[in-house]
């Protein structure tokens, strides 16, 4: 029998967590994140959930919670579309205080087309 960690325990809570606020968010704010994703991706090399949640809050376009970002990257992740790095930046979203939020890595061919 294999005994849990306290880590092994967060992490868990953790994914409850992301999958609750990814199965709340609402049908519009997640196809509209999704398709920001994919344009991030093609043009640029990297990027943070704010270059996708600024763009949707600018549009007008919300949920009840950004964490359901994760979700939708934690699946593009998965998908082998784009690569956690090691690399935090300060959040540009005012509400985020500056807090670090992570840089990611797209794994595609970026195109030339302006952003």
């Not at 409850?16 to 994703?37: C, D, F, M, P, Q």
């Not at 359901?68 to 934690?74: R, Y």
Request: proline share 2%.
């Amino acid at each position: 029998m294999t005994q849990q960690t306290i880590f092994d325990q967060t992490e868990r809570k953790k994914q409850e967590g992301i999958e609750i606020a990814y199965r709340n968010a609402n049908t519009t704010w997640k196809r509209a994140a999704v398709a920001r994703l994919h344009h991030v991706i093609q043009t640029q090399r990297n990027f943070t959930s704010d270059d996708i949640l600024i763009d949707l809050e600018a549009r007008g376009i919300t949920t009840g919670t950004n964490k359901a970002i994760a979700g939708i990257l934690q699946s593009f992740s998965r998908s082998g579309l784009i690569t956690a790095t090691d690399r935090f930046v300060r959040c540009r979203r005012p509400s985020r205080h500056g807090a670090p939020v992570m840089v990611w890595q797209s794994n595609l061919k970026i195109k030339e087309a302006a952003r």
